[in-house]
């Protein structure tokens, strides 16, 4: 019922920005063709990315013209000025760089204090440093929201001067979406469905400047994908889907394609989302690898892209170059640099201890680094799925062939205790206590 419940939430906040967990690798990585959906999915999945809400009917079109006689001026967002000034702030926000971008935020926030656009990108800031931790740190959420109730509060100010200022429909409906999505992570289900519904709201209302911007179109090109993967892939919320519009894949692919190239403030965004559908959803790692690639070398010190790109090297086989950013990456996290945390030793240790057994054959430093896996899950709280119990699937079979028969059989209880009964790994856990 839990998972039923995130599901339900998690579609309307696919509307706007937020990061996705990252996918999980195999014990041994498959070719595509042999993935399997628990594969796909990942370590760090739950279903709770995925959601809807059943009370009301949205009807988003399909409108990217521009259209006609829309007083555009003051509207920061389309302000080419703003941006050439916003340039490097953007990219210091997603090279982690979270200091100079902010100066430059609030600069502009100085100068126009009345207008949402400088609360947002400071709340966009504080988003990406909940991140890096699978959205489990909690220390910045006081924070995060007040500056989307401000972004809020600034919007709907705009919005009651002109009910046609698409801009603030835009900032309203991000606004609501993103203290959305962090309620539903919260569990607090009764703001999160407020939000949520606000956010759909608003996103109908901007969808007639979607021919304006990039920035319009980027709600939309998510709404068009998950409207039809969600139905595909769990039929039990068809008929919950019923309220919403038809959506369309390929359309909604385009249009995020569009976003990602072209987009200024959602561009990174954009490509964020493109890099998941096409690494998890639709299962072509060939095509998400350039995607991926993008991101971790335009913005190096970006902890959560740099994993997600080994990730991705690691499903393609590109395993050197997988082995140079893992150890790119526990540099970083040894240095203390700002998102190299838990979430990410435990990717960049599992993949090489995976090469130091397989590619080296140093078993004693594939030990060490399935233990250092281990011990960077539990301290993000990842011990039901994943890294956590493939590495103790490893250390099993690894004490198992050494004939470490107290060794095994304290990993192999992991596995019991934490795996999916259904599993594989469960079976051949049982398996080995029963014998043993």
């Known amino acids: ?66 259209p006609a006689a829309i007083d555009i001026s003051g509207w920061l967002l389309l302000d080419k000025d703003i941006q050439t000034e916003l340039e490097g702030a953007v990219y210091n926000l997603y090279n982690f760089k979270y200091d100079k971008a902010e100066r430059q935020f609030r600069s502009l926030r100085r100068r126009y204090p009345s207008h949402p656009l400088p609360y947002f990108l400071l709340g966009l800031s504080t988003w990406w440093k909940i991140v890096p931790t699978g959205v489990q740190t909690k220390i910045y959420d ?25 801009e603030a429909c835009f900032f309203l409906a991000a606004g609501y979406g993103f203290d959305a999505r962090l309620h539903a992570e919260r569990r607090d289900w009764r703001k999160a469905t407020v939000s949520a519904k606000r956010c759909l709201d608003y996103l109908d209302k901007s969808k007639e400047a979607n021919g304006l911007s990039p920035e319009f179109l980027f709600g939309q090109a998510l709404f068009n994908y998950y409207a039809v993967w969600i139905p595909e892939n769990y039929p039990l919320l068809k008929p919950v889907l019923l309220f919403f519009p038809k959506g369309n894949k390929q359309l909604g692919l385009q249009q995020l394609r569009n976003v990602a190239e072209n987009g200024f403030y959602v561009g990174p965004e954009a490509r964020t989302y493109l890099m998941r559908i096409l690494l998890i959803e639709e299962d072509k790692h060939s095509e998400a690898l350039p995607v991926a690639r993008y991101l971790a070398t335009t913005y190096p010190d ?15 086989g590109q395993f050197h170059e997988c082995e140079r950013v893992s150890r790119d990456m526990l540099d970083k996290l040894g240095r203390g640099l700002p998102g190299y945390e838990a979430n990410g030793g435990r990717y960049a240790t599992y993949f090489l201890a995976y090469f130091m057994q397989h590619k080296y054959k140093n078993l004693d430093k594939a030990r060490d680094y399935y233990q250092r896996c281990i011990v960077f899950a539990e301290q993000n709280g990842e011990t039901n799925y994943g890294f956590y119990l493939f590495a103790n699937l490893a250390l099993a079979r690894l004490a198992a062939d050494a004939k470490d028969t107290r060794s095994a059989r304290r990993y192999y209880t992991v596995i019991l205790e934490k795996s999916d009964r259904k599993s594989e790994q469960y079976k051949e856990a049982r398996e080995y206590l029963a014998a043993k």
């Open 142 to 166: 006081r924070q995060f929201f007040a500056y989307m109730d401000t972004t809020i509060t600034k919007a709907e100010a705009l919005y009651r001067k002109d009910n046609k200022n698409y």
């Open 302 to 316: 970006n902890a959560f892209f740099q994993r997600n790109y080994a990730n991705a090297c690691f499903r393609e």
């Open 1 to 66: 019922m839990r998972q039923l419940l995130q599901l339900f939430f998690s579609f309307l906040l696919l509307l706007l920005p937020w990061v996705a967990r990252a996918q999980q690798p195999a014990v041994t990585p498959p070719p595509p063709s042999e993935a399997t959906r628990s594969e796909k999915m990942g370590p760090d999945s739950t279903h709770s990315d995925l959601l809807p809400d059943s009370t009301r009917q949205v009807k988003l079109e399909n409108v990217d013209v521009a």
